[in-house]
């Protein structure tokens, strides 16, 4: 099982920027697919934006495409979120998740490990 730790969480106001990192121990990182969900308080965990192992497609939830950017880096075992224009809607917990599957799933019962997450807050 991959183990994963999130980084670059933080306060910060409507319109700044935030780069959250997830780093990858334990397994091959390349041979997994990842994404980025968060959640908010009383809400339900969200898909926010995916990477394939395969070929590096990427996918993106509604809500933040246009200012999101997400990309690995496989020879660091690290995943990368941009996220540019942070709007409050935007707080809440972000986590990294990974599955072995080839293709980007939205729902959160396709991933099998989790990191345990970090906060991002935009103040308006």
């Known amino acids: 099982q991959v183990q994963l730790v999130e980084s670059g969480g933080g306060l910060v106001q409507a319109g700044g920027s935030l780069r959250l990192a997830c780093t990858a121990s334990g397994r091959t990182f390349s041979q997994y697919t990842m994404a980025w969900f968060r959640q908010a308080p009383g809400k339900e965990r969200e898909f926010v934006a995916g990477?394939?192992?395969?070929?590096?497609?990427?996918s993106y939830a509604d809500s933040v495409k246009g200012r999101v950017t997400m990309f690995r880096d496989n020879a660091k075992d690290t995943l990368y979120l941009q996220m540019n224009s942070l709007k409050p809607e935007d707080t809440a917990l972000y986590y990294c998740?990974?599955?072995?599957?080839?293709?980007?799933?939205?729902?959160?019962?396709?991933?099998?490990?989790w990191g345990q997450g970090t906060q991002i807050t935009v103040s308006s």
């Open positions: 998740a990974a599955r072995p599957g080839m293709a980007v799933m939205r729902s959160r019962y396709n991933y099998d490990a």
């Open positions: 990477v394939s192992r395969i070929d590096g497609t990427t």
